[in-house]
């Protein structure tokens, strides 16, 4: 029995589709452009009208901003970007379909999480930096080493002291995600201290989702927002308002998703087609038994390759 075809692969950025660099190698970048040429300009490439055309989306923590100037960079084209985690996704005109943001009265609690954890011999509080996005700015209460490393000189993280009272409570209602970098060590108390603070994942009265990233890199995003509830509504979105009469609606059967982080988790499970990155977290790959685990790396463009083989697309690179 065939497989359902792909018809949308889903992208996780840094650790997975980008290289060290932060950027899409030369050979990513022509494997994705020879997709998005085959799919959105068939007669032009010689592909049967009747070919189902295939979406790609990328969808990262990162904020909105920075994926369009990354991607810019490594002169990609997505037809979607899922960002901060899922809580905002944009179309290919640059449109917002969802928007999810924390309430401000959460936002509070949680720039007072650090604050809040006794410090100690198990605990260094100048150690973990808190940082907000909020519209187009990045704001931080601790500019520790390593803050910003992996992204260009234009989009830098301000630093505030006193960032947790630093805003009006009334100008906190724009903040899609939070995040907590620093040693995992510290981070699993400042975990703890979230739990404590606010009902997370899990909760019946959850009022927010959180997970590690990486080790160093604590996520908080609004309650039932994750990659996965952003891929729901990209889907939702190409049924609804892009699929021609006669087009067959996109399923979960027919999406690909590859991933590297905890962060990704939630988007493979519902991915029919999902893919792990051979450089991807051991916990990730004990989480997800059943995802393939590719033999190559993000450095060995392990998504691009895997393109080529699903989309076959070998004759015309």
């Known amino acids: 029995m065939s497989k359902p075809p792909i018809r949308a692969i889903f992208a996780d950025l840094d650790g997975t589709l980008f290289n060290h660099t932060h950027l899409a190698s030369e050979y990513t970048a ?37 994926v ?60 973990v930096a808190t940082n907000i996005f909020k519209g187009p700015k990045w704001y931080t209460d601790n500019r520790i080493e390593g803050l910003g490393r992996a992204y260009p000189a234009e989009f830098q993280p301000e630093e505030v002291a006193g960032l947790a009272d630093h805003f009006p409570e009334a100008e906190l209602n724009d903040v899609p995600q939070l995040f907590f970098r620093g040693p995992n060590q510290e981070l699993l108390q400042v975990e703890a201290q979230l739990r404590q603070t606010l009902a997370t994942d899990g909760a019946t009265d959850a009022q927010v989702v959180h997970c590690f990233s990486y080790p160093f890199l604590l996520d908080v995003a609004p309650a039932n927002v994750t990659k996965s509830t952003a891929v729901a509504e990209v889907l939702a979105y190409i049924n609804d308002h892009l699929c021609q009469d006669g087009d067959a609606r996109v399923e979960r059967a027919n999406v690909a998703a590859f991933g590297d982080g905890l962060n990704d988790l939630h988007m493979l499970r519902e991915a029919g087609h999902p893919y792990i990155v051979k450089n991807g977290v051991r916990a990730l790959k004990a989480a997800l038994p059943d995802a393939e685990v590719l033999p190559f790396t993000n450095e060995e463009d392990a998504v691009a390759r895997k393109i080529v083989d699903l989309c076959q697309l070998e004759e015309y690179l």
Do not use: C, M, W
């Not at 997709?35 to 990328?58: D, R, T």
């Not at 100037?69 to 990609?76: I, K, Q, V």
């Not at 999480?113 to 100048?126: C, R, S, W, Y």
């Open 30 to 66: 022509k494997v994705l452009n020879t997709l998005h040429h085959l799919h959105h300009h068939p007669a032009e490439s010689g592909q049967p009208k009747e070919q189902h055309k295939v979406y790609f989306i990328v969808a990262t923590g990162r904020p909105y901003e920075h």
């Open 68 to 127: 369009q100037y990354t991607l810019e960079a490594s002169h990609l084209q997505a037809d979607f970007v899922i960002a901060n985690n899922g809580a905002l996704v944009y179309n290919r005109a640059r449109e917002p379909i969802q928007q999810h943001f924390l309430p401000p009265s959460v936002v509070r609690q949680l720039l007072r999480v650090v604050q809040a954890v006794e410090a100690g011999l198990a605990f260094n509080p100048k150690e």
